[in-house]
């Protein structure tokens, strides 16, 4: 998110643009968790996509998604279910980690994508959940291109 709310340590990371959604080839979107739903500054973005997505430039591509939420239960599912509708809007390819390794039991057992429970320990099987997540839609896309 530019402007002053945005945090020091990711002050030096460019926000993604429209520009950036046609080149790439997947996305993998994390997103806060605000009362069910995505974020309302990751929704603002996506209704920047307009342009990209009338021409086809979203279409076919994979997509992965994660959230965080303050506490456990506070929505993270619908808000991935909810945006997985945008990625099928889009003609997205929804690459959810399911129930393909181990470590989603060990982390709270979500098939739709990895959420983060604010004060949860950021280690360990949670890295190994993430990048389960990220190799996944990396594979598919590979397959894709």
Known sequence: MPGP???KKTADIPAATADDMEWANAYL????TRFGIMASQMRAFIDTLGGVWGKGGL?????????????????????LVSFYATVMHWGGIVVAPGYTDEVIFKTGGN??????????EFAGEVKSAIGHQARRLVEVAGKLA
């Open 29 to 32: 979107i994390s997103a806060p």
């Open 59 to 79: 279409a076919g591509k994979p997509v992965s998604a994660m959230t965080s939420a303050q506490n456990m239960h506070g929505g993270q599912e619908t808000t």
């Open 111 to 120: 098939p739709y994508g990895y959420s983060h429970t604010q004060g949860a």
């Open 5 to 7: 709310r945005r945090s």
